[in-house]
């Protein structure tokens, strides 16, 4: 865009001067063959002038030719006579070649050449006339010679003359022309030069009017440019001004950052030891969560043979509380048994007592019997209540074994998970001691870098230092660009553009 | 000194009161104590035919209420009564705990009575025997001998079997 505006300036610029040049080069031709023009028809003008005048001369001498030939009549002198002839025919020759040098002389007027050639003719008829005018003179016949002027001579003069007024008519009449054609040719180039002038102004003026924008344009924009060029260059010195107190701390941040390199590199060390350590524990916590492992599968084991013992408990309860249920029916049965020897001894005594006296050792025996009985249903009832017992301690067996069977199976999930625990746990110890291997090996790498930074520490503080002189110098160049910006606009304003 | 007196008045008349039981029945009985609601009674031998399971009681009806019904023993139909009903006892329905107590009078009466358990058959002192104490139910005053001190209760098995109440003849 910037490029084809340029060129556009440049472009309008050269075309205005080409402009220029071209209506300059054309009013010069046109001036140039307008001159040429008015200098043939001069040219022509002076040849007319010189024909007319020839044609002039040519008369005097064609009447001074008449009045030496009329004077033969009078002259008495034969020697006075017979010189004038001699002068008459010299004259005569004369005025021939005067009009063949004429005639051959004339280029371009077709019409007055014809007339001269007329002329000549007419001249050579009456040179011819004249010799025997001549010869009559020179017989002496006076009068016949006076005869011959006024019937032969003077008409020819007559034509001659009038052949000579006419010529003398055209060639005034072409005159006239050329004059006529010479004045319009001036008026011509007048116009052209004052038209092709005009022009030329115009351009000038409106080039004038384009340059003089485009100046005022320029030096708009270089203003800009310099009040642009004062901000930037201030806003620079203060930038440098700033950059200047960076280095400056940046130098006192090297010196701090060298101090602190040195910390983080015993730092690197203590850490490097702690990894170590760490992957010593590691792997101590490996082997550690292996047996840990190994204990939990033997768990495990152990809870699959609970289990096992468990339903092998579970069934002989079972089979016990039958059996059990069992002893409890042979016992009602021994209860009923007593029951039934008890109201027998019953009755037996009641028989006893009814037989008296005779009765009295079968009460005893009734008695006995009935002690037994009762011993019989106490024991029962004791069986009973051991039953009772043991039904109870049956049932809580089957509860606590159902119990042991669900803790055993919450065991077994528990120990499960604390396999997955220790495998996770495991892992993780792996992958603490590779985190531990890496840390140890990064401490190694860091601690390289560590004493990489020193040196490289060192160039910066060399390149701060530098840095520190560039900006110096960045000051200084900043300083000039200003008063450069402030000369510019000095110069802008001195020359009011 | 006033109450001493009466007291010792008292003690000596319950004293005389004593000797004259023990002249009434000085001598002692053979009795079978058997339980009713947790309480001890007891009944003169001489009128216990036999005792005997429960084992099936048919319910007569038109009877009076303390009459359980009739059971069949060894071929003999014998009425059975409900002695709580009798005595205005509380009412616990019957089980095959209950016991039968067979009574039998010289006039060759015979009929059950519904007893909760037999106990022993022993020998009491009808002379350490007591009177019921005057707030009894009347309806069991009327069959009581009196108390023992050990708390049982001694009925009078001649009313019982020869009482209007329980005996209905033509």
Not at chain 1, 152 to 172: K, Q
Not at chain 1, 389 to 401: A, Y
Not at chain 1, 412 to 420: I, M, T
Not at chain 2, 78 to 104: D, H, P, W
Request: include cysteine.
């Amino acid at each position: 865009m910037e490029k084809y505006l340029r060129f556009r300036a440049k472009g309008r610029i050269i075309t205005s001067f080409l402009l220029i040049i071209a209506t300059t080069v054309i009013t010069l031709l046109l001036a140039y063959s307008g001159i040429q023009k008015i200098n043939k028809t001069t040219q022509q003008l002076s040849l007319l002038d010189s024909y007319i005048y020839t044609l002039g001369s040519f008369r005097a001498d064609f009447n001074r030719s008449r009045a030496l030939s009329i004077s033969l009549i009078i002259e008495k002198d034969d020697s006075e006579r017979e010189k004038n002839k001699l002068l008459l025919k010299a004259e005569q020759e004369e005025m021939l070649q005067k009009i063949d040098e004429t005639e051959k002389a004339i280029s371009g007027f077709e019409q007055i050449k014809n007339s001269f050639a007329q002329k000549r003719d007419l001249l050579e008829n009456y040179i011819d006339a004249r010799r025997e005018y001549n010869n009559l003179v020179d017989l002496g016949a006076k009068d016949e010679a006076a005869e011959y002027i006024n019937t032969v001579l003077s008409p020819m003069y007559n034509e001659m003359r009038d052949a000579i007024l006419e010529t003398e008519d055209i060639l005034l009449q072409e005159k006239n022309n050329l004059t006529k054609l010479n004045t319009e040719s001036r008026n011509k180039i007048i116009f052209q030069a004052s038209l092709m002038g005009s022009i030329l102004i115009l351009l000038t003026i409106s080039i004038f009017i384009y340059l003089m924008g485009m100046l005022r344009k320029i030096s708009r924009e270089i203003r800009d440019g310099i009040e642009i060029l004062a901000n930037s260059s201030q806003d620079i010195l203060s930038t440098i001004t700033e950059m200047s107190t960076g280095a400056s701390e940046t130098a006192a941040s090297v010196s701090e950052t060298t101090a602190t390199v040195e910390e983080v590199r015993q730092t690197a060390a203590v850490a490097n030891k702690k990894a170590q350590s760490l992957l010593d524990s590691t792997n101590r916590v490996k082997s550690s969560a292996h047996q840990g492992q190994a204990s939990l599968n033997q768990v495990i084991e152990g809870m699959e043979r609970i289990d096992v013992q468990m339903k092998k408990i579970s069934g002989t309860v079972v089979k016990l509380s039958e059996q059990n249920r069992r002893i409890g029916e042979i016992t009602a049965s021994v209860a009923d048994i007593a029951d039934q020897s008890n109201l027998l001894a019953v009755n037996a005594a009641i028989e006893a007592a009814k037989a008296g006296e005779h009765g009295k050792g079968f009460t005893v025996v009734a008695q006995e019997i009935r002690n037994l009985s009762d011993q019989s249903k106490r024991a029962t009832l004791q069986v009973k209540e051991i039953l009772n017992e043991i039904e109870k301690s049956v049932n809580e067996t089957v509860g606590v074994t159902d119990e042991s069977k669900k803790t055993v199976e919450t065991g077994k999930d528990l120990v499960s998970q604390s396999n997955e625990v220790i495998d996770i746990l495991a892992g993780n110890i792996e992958e603490t001691a590779d985190a531990a291997m890496q840390i140890s090996s990064s401490n190694h790498q860091q601690m390289a870098g560590m004493d990489q930074i020193v040196p490289a520490m060192e160039n910066i503080k060399r390149a701060s230092e530098q840095n520190a002189e560039g900006i110096r110098q960045a000051q200084n160049a900043t300083r000039e660009l200003h008063s450069l910006g402030q000369s510019l606009k000095n110069i802008l304003q001195k020359f009011n553009l | 000194m006033e109450k001493e007196q009466i007291l010792r008045h008292r003690a000596a008349e319950n004293a005389m009161k004593e000797i004259d039981v023990m002249e009434a029945i000085a001598k002692p009985v053979e009795v079978l104590k058997f339980s009713l609601l947790n309480r001890l009674y007891a009944m003169d031998i001489k009128y216990v035919s036999e005792v005997s399971y429960i084992r099936e009681i048919t319910p007569i009806p038109g009877t009076p209420q303390f009459v359980a019904g009739v059971i069949n023993l060894r071929g003999k139909i014998i009425s059975a009564i409900n002695i709580k009903t009798l005595f205005s006892l509380e009412e616990r329905g019957l089980t095959e705990q209950n016991r039968l107590i067979v009574l039998k009078n010289n006039s060759n009466i015979i009929f059950g009575v519904i007893c909760d358990a037999i106990g022993e058959i022993t020998k009491m002192d009808l002379a350490t025997l007591e009177e019921p104490p005057a707030n009894f139910p009347s309806g069991l005053t009327r069959y009581i001998s009196g108390i023992f001190p050990d708390n049982t209760i001694l009925l009078n098995a001649n009313k019982l079997t020869t009482s209007n109440e329980i005996i209905i003849k033509k």
